[in-house]
């Protein structure tokens, strides 16, 4: 079974392919700055991470180690965003 993880999880576009990767048989690691309870998807392991902070996403590709990266975080915040 390959390994993905999703970055922006639970934002409007990840919350639709997070189900749709599980149901195509893949081992999702699901990550965002914050899991809303109605994003706990059965069969997904969910990582809370905020990718702003200094090494965050180095570590976490080192502890989950998967093997495709599906990226859909963004920064929202009006006149901030990356």
Do not use: Q
């Not at 993880?5 to 990767?21: D, E, K, N, Y």
């Not at 706990?40 to 965050?56: M, Q, R, S, Y």
């Not at 590709?61 to 006149?79: F, N």
Request: one cysteine or more; hydrophobic letters at 50%; proline letters at 6%.
């Amino acid at each position: 079974m390959k390994k993905v993880l999703v970055t922006g999880a639970s934002g409007f576009i990840g919350r639709h392919c997070v189900p749709l990767l599980v149901s195509k048989g893949y081992e999702v690691h699901a990550l965002s700055r914050n899991r809303p309870p109605e994003m706990a998807f059965p069969n997904v392991t969910w990582h809370e991470v905020d990718l702003i902070k200094a090494g965050a996403a180095a570590d976490l590709i080192a502890r989950v180690r998967p093997e495709s990266v599906l990226h859909l975080a963004w920064y929202v915040v009006a006149g901030k965003f990356w």
